[in-house]
């Protein structure tokens, strides 16, 4: 597949610095009113079934699973991230299933004509790193690398790669979201230190300041905003794993919590509208799923199994349009 240009546009003028707003606008979210949840399966441990398989797609309208038998071309990969921009979902990097090579291909799928194309590789190879969207512009963060630090940034603009500045502290398996012109990065692992820190990079400044830390250390976790809060969801953490944590729109953490009903760990969480829906590994049970829906509001949740022959192991979640 030869790279394709998308000349995506940005801004370069526009003042981000005063009318900040929470909103749902991240690269885990989507405020339409027909959409579907396109799970991704990825494994840490790869297993031919999984890794590179065809995609689920969950149906909100009509509460239905389907199978899009459409799996990522090329070699098989797993632990990449994910992101959507322009109703396409995007694949960054990841760890070859073959020989475990970090890589820094990146490929799209567009589901109006059901196929993938190969976009311009990244500068840099990575592997659990996360990735983010401001308008349309696409950003690489952070994750384990053999050819730069864990904190660095570059994103996407007219078919090229750029570096941004890097964040304040390396991190990878660590989750992402966007608030505004704002994109959060909290938790994740340094070295054999797992984080509870929490910083924002602003388009207004260039710059990543560091807000108030998580009440506990999480990894393989998501963040995801609905109305004025970012939530801070589950994790690999035995204490925290079936906690929520909340963060205000005025950088502090609440000392409510909401709860998970099973105990779920690397998960993966987007929000639309008043919803959250979380894919995550029951715990205890080995490579078991479960997917469920989530109102903050009111504490409602609803949990199910995965589809039959839709196998968990460290799923990626993405929204489109339907």
């Known amino acids: 597949m030869a790279p394709i240009r998308r000349h995506l546009n940005i801004s370069k003028d526009k003042d981000y610095s005063t009318g900040r707003k929470w909103r749902a606008q991240s690269a885990h979210g989507c405020n339409c009113d027909s959409y579907g949840i396109y799970m991704i399966g990825s494994s840490f441990h790869p297993h031919e079934e999984v890794v590179n398989g065809p995609m689920h797609c969950y149906d909100v309208g009509d509460g239905k699973w389907k199978v899009v038998n459409n799996p990522i071309p090329g070699e098989k990969r797993f632990n990449f991230a994910v992101t959507t921009v322009a109703n396409t979902i995007w694949i960054l990097g990841g760890r070859s299933a073959s020989d475990e090579r970090i890589l820094n291909s990146v490929v799209v799928y567009d589901p109006l004509y059901g196929h993938w194309t190969a976009e311009t590789s990244m500068q840099h190879h990575r592997v659990q790193l996360d990735a983010a969207v401001i308008g349309n512009r696409v950003y690489a963060i952070g994750g384990e690398s053999h050819t730069t630090a864990g904190n660095t940034v570059e994103f996407y603009i007219n078919g090229t790669w750029l570096p941004r500045s890097s964040m304040r502290n390396s991190r990878h398996s660590f989750a992402t979201c966007v608030v505004a012109d704002r994109i959060y990065a909290a938790g994740g692992i340094c070295g054999s230190q797992k984080l509870s820190s929490v910083e924002y990079y602003s388009e207004g400044s260039g710059d990543w300041t ?54 779920l760990r690397y998960t993966a969480c987007v929000a639309s509208q008043e919803n959250m829906y979380v894919v995550g590994w029951c715990f205890g049970h080995h490579d078991e799923g479960r997917f469920g829906r989530l109102r903050p509001e009111n504490s409602a949740c609803a949990f199910a199994s995965l589809p039959q022959g839709a196998r968990f192991s460290r799923a990626r979640l993405a929204v489109l349009k339907m």
């Open 210 to 263: 560091e807000v108030m830390d998580m009440p506990a250390p999480r990894s393989h976790f998501q963040l995801a905003v609905v109305g004025d809060r970012m939530y801070a969801v589950a994790g690999d953490e035995d204490s925290t794993v079936k906690s929520i944590d909340i963060l205000y729109s005025d950088n502090q953490w609440s000392d409510d919590l909401l709860h998970l009903p099973p105990y």
